[in-house]
């Protein structure tokens, strides 16, 4: 029953029957068969006491603490007991700390103990982010002092499990851990998650996609609790789930690894990404990202710029193509109308080869070398890279797409990383560990997850990965790679400068991408709006490097 917490607006007459009225309509009826009149009964309804004017004051002043908790109006409720400060503090601490979405606070039917002093009962029901529906009965004394109903407070009032120095609190229920390859608890906001501190569920990354497992299986998320206010240690768990202890979801991040990432990036001011791989086995060994939050380093989508004339090379070697055959390159070209150009429109002198060209990232030689391949001859290289597959890699990744060219024009873009070919920096991470291992080893974050690795429909020849591999490090050592020269452990290399939107001049993405010759490292450094591959990532992906050989 909910009272409106005024005398005149109490019903006078009681709809729900209590257990005394029970008792009393018994007496009536056998007062009646001996006689007894309407007065007799009216008088045996006034000392039974569910209508004695006391009663009903009493519960309608309850009932207006009871208002003032429901709306965490914990200074009005303080006002209406005899311990305002006390009352105050705890509502405001229980309130706050549960947080409830909804709550109802109804008073039952009061008992008249002795003379200006009625308890009266009262239920509590609350919707709880994470935790549910939760209810509790409770009750008050209600005393009459100077000719005003107070109610009587004591922190028993609040929830019967508690006393003095205590509170209600919701309490999240434990979870796993997120581990690196080594076992120890993984430091990466981008690769955790987040997880929601209202319910307890995992958010994003891999605290929502393992949330299941993180936490034992469904059920509350939270539990309420019994807590001492002073240290905040839990005393009493008054709700709880029977779900199982979480288990831990093991990654391969290698630590040190992922530290180097995070330190190259470290005051970077655009948006960037860098990812780390092992050739031998396709482990995500690093996956860093400025700032932190969106997981641009695994599901990040963009033209690949130059980086991609790694496939576009391996595609030419197939056709017949070797490094030191000869090749131009001129300042721009055209094909029907569409001008491709050179970075600062730079040439190359009389007598330059496949590999300088790729060494210095020529724009023109590629384009102009379109004739040697097939309308599909990209989008097919690219899928002896895994390019475009379905990766089963234990998280949330955009696995690249290279479309088969419709026109002469898209091909010619696609050349060069452009018009339609879309990459994350996973993708072309694994593009150099490719490079590096002669096969595609699908990359794995989370092994103990991955059902099915994807296989790539078709290999590299051996002698289209020597080419490669050759190239690559000519990259560094007299190309547009300069930033890696002297670096130990033989880095090889691709820069890109990737255009994007419809500026004039085109915005660029900065790439590098490469492997070493001497570990199982293969990267790949992403800045976003960020300039040249060689001038701008370059010397990011030199002081990743540096961390680890240093």
């Known amino acids: 029953m909910t009272h409106s917490g005024s005398y005149s607006d109490y019903p006078q007459s009681r709809r729900r029957r209590s257990r005394g009225r029970t008792v009393v309509s018994t007496v009536v009826a056998l007062a009646v068969t001996v006689g007894v009149g309407y007065w007799g009964y009216s008088s045996l309804i006034a000392d039974e006491g569910s209508d004695d004017p006391q009663v009903v004051d009493a519960t309608a002043e309850l009932q207006k603490f009871l208002d003032a908790w429901r709306a965490a109006d914990a200074p009005r409720a303080g006002r209406l007991t005899d311990s305002p400060s006390n009352a105050e503090s705890l509502i405001k601490s229980v309130m706050t700390n549960l947080d409830p979405s909804k709550t109802e606070i109804s008073a039952g039917d009061g008992e008249k103990k002795a003379e200006g002093e009625v308890e009266v009962p009262f239920t509590v029901k609350m919707t709880l982010p994470g935790a549910g529906d939760y209810s509790w009965d409770s009750k008050a004394d209600v005393r009459k002092a100077d000719g005003k109903w107070k109610v009587e407070f004591h922190t028993e009032t609040v929830h019967p499990e508690m006393v003095p120095g205590q509170t209600l609190a919701l309490k999240t229920r434990d979870r796993a851990p997120i581990l690196d390859t080594n076992g120890d608890d993984l430091e990466s906001a981008s690769l955790v998650g987040m997880v929601d501190d209202r319910t307890g569920k995992g958010m994003s990354g891999l605290q929502a996609r393992y949330d299941k497992q993180l936490t034992g299986g469904p059920g509350p998320m939270k539990s309420v609790v019994v807590v001492d206010r002073q240290s905040g240690q ?9 779900a199982s202890p979480g288990e831990p979801v093991r990654t391969t991040i290698d630590p040190e690894v992922q530290e180097a990432a995070a330190e190259a990036l470290a005051g970077v001011k655009k948006n960037a990404a860098i990812v780390a791989i092992d050739p031998s086995n396709g482990h995500i060994l690093a996956a860093a990202n400025m700032p932190s939050g969106m997981n641009r380093a695994l599901e990040g989508r963009y033209p690949p710029g130059s980086t991609f ?14 490094p030191s055959d000869p090749g131009d390159c001129p300042k721009f070209t055209r094909v029907n109308g569409q001008r491709f150009e050179n970075q600062d ?14 060494a210095h990232s020529c724009n023109t030689f590629f384009v102009n070398s379109r ?3 097939s309308s599909s001859a990209l989008h097919d290289t690219a899928e002896a890279f895994g390019i475009g597959g379905a990766w089963d890699v234990g998280t949330t990744t955009y696995d690249g797409s290279v479309p088969v060219a419709t026109s002469d024009n898209e091909k010619s873009a696609s050349t060069i ?23 595609f080893r699908q990359p794995v974050l989370v092994p103990g997850a991955v059902k099915k690795k994807y296989e790539a429909p078709s290999r590299l020849d051996s002698g289209v990965v020597a080419a490669l591999r050759q190239m690559m490090r000519a990259t ?3 190309g ?59 010397p990011i992906a030199a ?6 050989v240093g």
Request: cysteine-free.
């Open 543 to 548: 002081k990743f490097l540096k961390s680890l």
């Open 417 to 439: 990383g452009q018009a339609r070919v879309q990459a994350s920096p996973l993708v072309m991470a694994s593009v150099a560990a490719t490079a590096k291992a002669g096969v």
């Open 234 to 242: 839990v005393v009493k768990k008054l709700t709880g789930t029977k």
């Open 309 to 322: 004339k790694v496939v576009t090379a391996a595609a030419l070697l197939k056709q017949g193509m070797r």
């Open 345 to 358: 429109q730079f040439v190359l002198p009389a007598g330059s080869t496949f590999k300088d060209n790729f």
């Open 480 to 538: 547009a790679g300069w930033a890696l020269k002297g670096i130990p452990g033989e880095p090889h290399a691709k820069t890109g400068t990737a255009e994007f939107g419809s500026e004039t001049p085109p915005r660029t993405h900065a790439w590098m991408i490469g492997f070493q010759g001497d570990r199982n490292l293969a990267w790949s450094v992403l800045l976003e709006d960020g300039g040249s591959g060689g001038s701008d990532a370059g």
């Open 476 to 478: 560094v050592t007299e």
């Open 371 to 373: 004739a040697k391949l």
